[in-house]
């Protein structure tokens, strides 16, 4: 087998006791590699200030050697803060209103894709299969062929693509449409993102889908594909099971003295729908008196992409809306919003997600959402939780059995929360098992060997 060779925007090693970060990419990679071995390489996380970044720290863990490097403030500001989350990341969620476009921005994300190209080459061997991860490093194949690298290279989008229509409002989108044809395949979460990809190429006239999975453009041929990430089923489940047992959990239950427990868990963002979710709670308060002191909405939302002003913005509008609501439907005994802005350990957060009777899943738009699969392996077969979930996350595309809502539909989403809390015990094991068989089967072992199968075959 072939050398893998991941890179991603941020790579953060694995902490002390093996708790991963909070992030899905960050989780599921960590997941693959550790199992097949390899190179993961990316940003430290970490700003060398005005200093040119010293050349890449190699460590080693398990069969997972890391190779991470500083980035200047400028490139923080310039490329993962300005371009690729005030850019790129507000246009593939569809959010055209919060892209803000500057010349400085875009060339910072063209030249830190070109140093880490610089960086990753001396360190290639000529047999290696190269895995780019997600919107931060679109250019990444282009200036490694111009190197001269002839290697098997291939991309996945985390998160969504979207219809040509608003891709082509970004004033570079013909960069990015030719960055990504130097790849061999190019793989995204759901058929939908894959078709908006197709349908673009053929809009803007640059290109076409030639059929079974290929597709030309800018004088190149490649594949492109869907391949939903998964989490690691079998594990997260016997981790929900075990941690009944943690304090933590334990002092949750009781904390919560009988009452339904509903649970969010999303990092601070605005494509996680967190503001509508807290009006529809407060309207499914308001309109079933039979629940008033009988229920508990848990959001756990740690900060995320605090520099960013539309984050650090939300930070505040989130915290007034939760005090708000609790405001208005509380009572002396009652306090229906526990609302957290910190991290939580994901084998404390598999305890909660079982606690809870209501999995509150609603982004306006998402990859995938791999908070829904872990509430989903989390549950107690015999007295299963109900998913409330989204139809604009990819995991709508493969949890048949959640209650499909549209986030923006404050009522509609309501109504799904008094639905799910008086669901019966046989519809609840009914969908959950339909779930549950589907993620034990597409794990994230299965994602990753889907897409390097089609990357690299017989490697
Ligand atoms: O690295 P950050 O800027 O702190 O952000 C964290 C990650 O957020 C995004 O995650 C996406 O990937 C998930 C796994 O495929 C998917 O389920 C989710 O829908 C996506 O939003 C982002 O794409 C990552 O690059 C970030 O590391
Ligand atoms: O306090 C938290 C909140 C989230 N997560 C993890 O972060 C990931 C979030 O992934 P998702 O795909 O739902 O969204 P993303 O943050 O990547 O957009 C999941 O694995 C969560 O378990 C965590 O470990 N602790």
Redesign the pocket.
Same mark, same amino acid.
């Given at each position: 087998m072939s050398r893998l060779v991941v890179v991603s925007n941020r790579v953060t090693l694995p902490a002390k006791g093996g708790?991963? *970060?909070? $992030? $899905? =990419?960050?989780? #599921?990679l960590q997941a693959a590699l550790e199992e097949r071995g390899g190179i993961w390489m990316g940003w430290s996380g970490k700003s060398s200030g005005t200093k040119d970044p010293e050349v890449l720290s190699l460590q080693e863990h398990g069969k997972i050697t890391y190779a991470l490097t500083d980035l200047t403030k400028t490139d923080v500001e310039e490329y993962y803060e300005g371009f690729a989350n005030r850019v790129l990341w507000p246009i593939c969620h569809y959010r055209l209103d919060l892209a803000e476009y500057g010349r400085k921005e875009m060339a910072g994300y063209f030249r830190v894709n070109r140093f880490f190209a610089h960086r990753l080459a001396p360190l290639l061997e000529e047999d290696d299969v190269i895995w780019v991860h997600d919107y931060h490093l679109i250019p990444l194949a282009t200036e490694l062929r111009q190197m001269g690298v002839k290697n098997k290279i291939g991309f996945f989008l985390?998160i969504p693509w979207p219809p040509a229509d608003v891709l082509f409002a970004m004033p570079v989108h013909e960069e990015i449409m030719r960055g990504l044809s130097h790849y061999d395949l190019v793989g995204f979460q759901t058929d939908h993102d894959l078709s908006n990809f197709g349908g673009g190429l053929v809009r803007e006239g640059i290109g076409e889908a030639l059929g079974d999975g290929l597709f030309t453009s800018y004088g190149r041929t490649f594949k492109g594909g869907f391949y939903p990430?998964g989490?690691e089923t079998k594990a997260f489940s016997e981790f929900a099971t075990k941690a009944a047992r943690n304090i933590m959990v334990r002092k949750a239950r009781q904390s919560i003295e009988g009452r339904d427990l509903i649970i969010g @868990?999303? !990092?601070l963002?605005y494509?996680?729908g967190i503001t509508q979710r807290i009006d529809a709670f407060e309207h499914f308060v308001k309109n079933n008196p039979g629940y008033h002191n009988k229920v508990t909405y848990l959001q756990?939302? *740690?900060k +995320?992409r605090s520099e960013v002003p539309e984050y650090e913005a939300m930070q505040r509008t989130v915290a007034e809306q939760a005090g708000r609501a609790n405001g208005a439907i509380g009572t002396v005994d009652w306090v229906p919003i526990r609302y957290i802005n !910190? +991290?939580? $350990? !994901?084998p404390v =957060?598999a305890g909660l997600y079982r606690l809870a009777k209501i999995g509150l @899943?609603t982004p306006l738009r998402?990859?995938?959402? =791999? @908070? #829904?699969k872990?509430y989903v392996a989390a549950q107690d077969p015999d007295d299963p939780g109900v998913l409330v979930l989204s139809r604009f996350a990819g995991a709508a595309r493969e949890l048949k059995g959640a209650l499909l809502v549209n986030p923006y539909d404050i009522e509609g989403t309501a109504n799904a929360i008094a639905r799910g809390l008086s669901m019966s015990l046989e519809e609840r094991q009914e969908r959950w098992r339909r779930m549950m068989d589907h993620l034990l089967e597409h794990d994230v072992m299965r994602w990753c060997d889907d897409f390097l199968a089609d990357l690299a075959p017989g490697r």
């Amino acid at each position: 087998m072939s050398r893998l060779v991941v890179v991603s925007n941020r790579v953060t090693l694995p902490a002390k006791g093996g708790a991963a *970060p909070a $992030g $899905g =990419l960050a989780v #599921a990679l960590q997941a693959a590699l550790e199992e097949r071995g390899g190179i993961w390489m990316g940003w430290s996380g970490k700003s060398s200030g005005t200093k040119d970044p010293e050349v890449l720290s190699l460590q080693e863990h398990g069969k997972i050697t890391y190779a991470l490097t500083d980035l200047t403030k400028t490139d923080v500001e310039e490329y993962y803060e300005g371009f690729a989350n005030r850019v790129l990341w507000p246009i593939c969620h569809y959010r055209l209103d919060l892209a803000e476009y500057g010349r400085k921005e875009m060339a910072g994300y063209f030249r830190v894709n070109r140093f880490f190209a610089h960086r990753l080459a001396p360190l290639l061997e000529e047999d290696d299969v190269i895995w780019v991860h997600d919107y931060h490093l679109i250019p990444l194949a282009t200036e490694l062929r111009q190197m001269g690298v002839k290697n098997k290279i291939g991309f996945f989008l985390h998160i969504p693509w979207p219809p040509a229509d608003v891709l082509f409002a970004m004033p570079v989108h013909e960069e990015i449409m030719r960055g990504l044809s130097h790849y061999d395949l190019v793989g995204f979460q759901t058929d939908h993102d894959l078709s908006n990809f197709g349908g673009g190429l053929v809009r803007e006239g640059i290109g076409e889908a030639l059929g079974d999975g290929l597709f030309t453009s800018y004088g190149r041929t490649f594949k492109g594909g869907f391949y939903p990430i998964g989490i690691e089923t079998k594990a997260f489940s016997e981790f929900a099971t075990k941690a009944a047992r943690n304090i933590m959990v334990r002092k949750a239950r009781q904390s919560i003295e009988g009452r339904d427990l509903i649970i969010g @868990v999303d !990092r601070l963002d605005y494509s996680k729908g967190i503001t509508q979710r807290i009006d529809a709670f407060e309207h499914f308060v308001k309109n079933n008196p039979g629940y008033h002191n009988k229920v508990t909405y848990l959001q756990i939302t *740690p900060k +995320s992409r605090s520099e960013v002003p539309e984050y650090e913005a939300m930070q505040r509008t989130v915290a007034e809306q939760a005090g708000r609501a609790n405001g208005a439907i509380g009572t002396v005994d009652w306090v229906p919003i526990r609302y957290i802005n !910190r +991290s939580i $350990g !994901r084998p404390v =957060l598999a305890g909660l997600y079982r606690l809870a009777k209501i999995g509150l @899943v609603t982004p306006l738009r998402d990859g995938m959402n =791999l @908070v #829904a699969k872990e509430y989903v392996a989390a549950q107690d077969p015999d007295d299963p939780g109900v998913l409330v979930l989204s139809r604009f996350a990819g995991a709508a595309r493969e949890l048949k059995g959640a209650l499909l809502v549209n986030p923006y539909d404050i009522e509609g989403t309501a109504n799904a929360i008094a639905r799910g809390l008086s669901m019966s015990l046989e519809e609840r094991q009914e969908r959950w098992r339909r779930m549950m068989d589907h993620l034990l089967e597409h794990d994230v072992m299965r994602w990753c060997d889907d897409f390097l199968a089609d990357l690299a075959p017989g490697r």
